[in-house]
């Protein structure tokens, strides 16, 4: 079964909790509530609309809808609707990304307050203020 090709999403996070919106394709547009099927399984995250598989996702590390099994809901603008996953992190962590690309797996990998507070300055990112700055 192929996914939803050019799936548009983006995603949030703090150390606890993460949240992903789900901008459904125009034909989905009138979905409701009823018609949403989310699954979320450690690492697992599959949603289907009206039985068509969304997403079927591997995650970076493991989640848990919250609100025990309440973690979905709807955002409607013009002639868009958006579902929006809220999860909680089983381990209270910052991820470098969401979805699983195989990296190996290292307690490394997650970034914790402790790990971030510990960054030598020039480790850290530096974004440029203007075109001209120099990095």
Do not use: C
Request: net charge negative; hydrophobic share 45%.
């Amino acid at each position: 079964e192929a996914l939803m090709p050019n799936l548009q999403w983006r995603w949030v996070q703090t150390i606890h909790d993460l949240t992903i919106y789900i901008t459904l394709p125009s034909e989905l547009t009138d979905t409701t509530e009823q018609d949403v099927a989310l699954a979320v399984d450690g690492v697992a995250i599959t949603l289907r609309v009206k039985s068509k598989l969304i997403a079927g996702w591997s995650i970076f590390a493991a989640a848990a809808q919250k609100g025990g099994g309440k973690g979905k809901t709807f955002q409607r603008i013009p002639n868009k609707t958006v579902i929006v996953l809220a999860l909680e992190k089983q381990a209270e962590a910052w991820w470098p990304t969401l979805l699983d690309h195989q990296l190996p797996f290292s307690d490394s990998l997650f970034l914790t307050d402790e790990k971030i507070a510990s960054l030598l300055s020039q480790e850290l990112v530096q974004v440029p203020l203007s075109p001209t700055d120099k990095v």
